[in-house]
């Protein structure tokens, strides 16, 4: 949700409890952003017909605030859509449920929504209440495999004073036994190109590695394939870029996401910093420690 000005900018900060709502908030206040966190709704509306802001400002959205509920921020998002002068976004902070318990559990800290309860309650409440607004989204983060210091390292690239000029592109490869990146716009298939895992001395090895790079690119097919997809995020770009779009998401797939996926993602990701993009790249699987390899067993496919 964008509006058609161009002037005063606004990021809402949504997203589960635990999911890093507050790590997010510091971080645009340390690139310049105005920040307030916990803000009841009711005041948004005094606060921007109060006197101009002269930077960007950023309002942290908590369910724990007395007058939260989700039709009244729904309502407040497509208000401030309408609003002349103002560009608005929906920042979404996504968190796997399972990875927020174990939050949970290692800080001893209650849920907003179940204090007296189990926090695993709390989480499936404050989700359902969430839905509609992670909807609205205009840009995403899947912060379950992120550190503190990552979360702030995304929150810098797609936020940073420069990036309204080109939107940030995160590039990433990932397993689909862990399923698809939540979040990105285009994700593509390389499991049909030939797999290091089937050669003794590369299966150790990840895409990275010079070794496993050249295995994979000289499959028959990876030309043909990374010029298409590459043609593709360079005919795309800069469509999203004027309709203000800040942030872009390209995922790529195989089957542990370790090699063939890996290679790829560190491909396109050169390709388009060499074009002048401002490119980050997340390796989702790498780091870590396959359950087989963990317990002494063969793994059956990279």
């Excluded at 009711?42 to 802001?53: A, C, E, F, Q, T």
């Excluded at 401030?80 to 290692?106: H, I, N, P, Q, W």
């Excluded at 503190?148 to 080109?166: I, M």
């Excluded at 593509?188 to 994979?216: I, K, M, S, T």
Aim: aromatic content about 6%; overall charge neutral; proline content about 6%.
């Amino acid at each position: 949700m964008t509006s058609a000005g161009t002037g005063q900018r606004l990021l809402l900060v949504v997203g589960p409890s635990g999911a890093g709502r507050s790590t997010a908030i510091a971080a645009l206040e340390d690139i310049g952003y105005e920040t307030i966190d916990n803000m009841p709704l009711r005041l948004l509306p005094r606060l921007l017909d109060g006197s101009p802001i002269d930077r960007p400002l950023a309002l942290g959205i908590d369910v724990r605030n007395r007058d939260f509920s989700t039709g009244a921020l729904i309502s407040l998002i497509d208000g401030l859509g309408m609003t002349k002068g103002l560009t608005a976004e929906v920042f979404y902070l996504e968190c796997d449920a399972d990875v927020l318990l174990r939050r949970y559990s290692e800080t001893r800290r209650r849920h907003p929504l179940s204090p007296a309860e189990s926090p695993e309650l709390g989480i499936r409440r404050e989700a359902r209440l969430l839905v509609p607004i992670r909807a609205r989204a205009d840009i995403l983060i899947d912060t379950s495999d992120l550190t503190p210091h990552d979360l702030k390292a995304e929150v810098g690239a797609l936020f940073a004073p420069d990036s309204t000029r080109r939107p940030a592109i995160t590039v990433s490869s990932f397993s689909y036994r862990r399923g698809a990146p939540r979040g990105a716009d285009m994700i593509l298939d390389c499991r049909f190109l030939r797999n290091p895992h089937w050669q003794p001395e590369l299966r150790p090895l990840d895409g990275r590695n010079e070794q496993v790079a050249e295995y994979v690119t000289t499959d028959e097919r990876f030309d043909n394939f990374f010029d298409k997809v590459a043609d593709l995020a360079q005919m795309l770009l800069p469509a999203y870029m004027d309709e203000g779009k800040a942030h872009f998401s390209i995922g790529f797939g195989c089957t542990g996401g370790r090699h063939r996926s890996v290679v790829v993602a560190e491909r396109l990701a050169r390709a388009l910093t060499a074009a002048g993009w401002r490119v980050s790249v997340r390796h989702r699987e790498l780091g870590r420690q396959p359950q087989a390899a963990a317990s002494g067993k063969q793994e059956g496919i990279a």
